[in-house]
């Protein structure tokens, strides 16, 4: 480990940032359809609207590259820094990436995907417990941006009750918040009874009107 080392911490960065900026919902649109996702839908370039509008398949692309790309952050971290900082900043990095991505002009996805695949670095018991949370939450109310508000508000309560190390409760905790700003629009026509349910695609949809 080479944690002492500046160049260390600039290249953990460095490299979860471009890691993250990798969008697994549009590498999949043009992989599999050759079109941007973000031109169909809620313009979102994440599961939910890969799911909306293409379907389990192509979900299912989104779901590895994203959990992939945040895996390999995070252990690249790891092998530089170690635990805690490995973790954190290659993580964050690769969030910050995922939602603001470099390639993309900076138009990216919500980042759950990337903020499920922190907690199983961390954790696999945040993880899994979290997972329930979202996962009873979708059951009930067929929505994913309510298990995804609730698996973020999970979070940092199973940090502290699993008495997590500090940084990581803390890191994790900025996390969720960002994750829940990223979902404000959702929160807002959550509050307003409004959210649609999520249904998964069965056919081609027609092109989103610019």
């Known amino acids: 480990m080479a944690e002492h080392e500046i160049w260390a911490w600039l290249l953990t960065a460095a490299a979860g940032y471009l890691l993250g900026s990798v969008s697994g919902a549009i590498v999949a649109s043009f992989t599999r359809h050759n079109e941007d996702i973000r031109r169909f839908g809620s313009g979102n370039a994440g599961l939910t609207n890969a799911l909306r509008t293409y379907g389990v398949r192509n979900a299912a692309m989104v779901a590895g590259i994203d959990l992939g790309k945040t895996v390999l952050a995070v252990l690249f971290g790891l092998w530089l820094l170690g635990r805690p900082w490995g973790l954190i900043l ?5 969030v910050l990436g995922h939602v603001f ?18 907690l199983l670095m961390l954790d696999w018991r945040v993880f899994l417990i979290t997972a329930a949370v979202f996962a009873a939450a979708v059951a009930v109310s067929k929505t994913v941006s309510v298990g995804s508000v609730l698996a973020c508000a999970a979070a940092p ?13 803390v890191f994790i905790t900025l996390t969720a918040a960002l994750l829940l700003w990223m979902h404000r629009e ?15 695609a069965k056919r081609r949809p027609r092109r989103r009107q610019p």
Not at 186 to 198: C, V, Y
């Open 101 to 118: 991505p470099l390639y993309y002009r900076f138009r990216g996805g919500k980042g759950i995907l990337c903020g499920a695949a922190l």
């Open 90 to 94: 290659g993580g964050g990095a690769a």
């Open 186 to 200: 959702n929160l807002r026509r959550i509050e307003r009874g409004e959210e649609k349910p999520t249904v998964a």
């Open 157 to 169: 309560i199973l940090c502290v009750l699993l008495r997590e190390g500090k940084a990581e409760t």
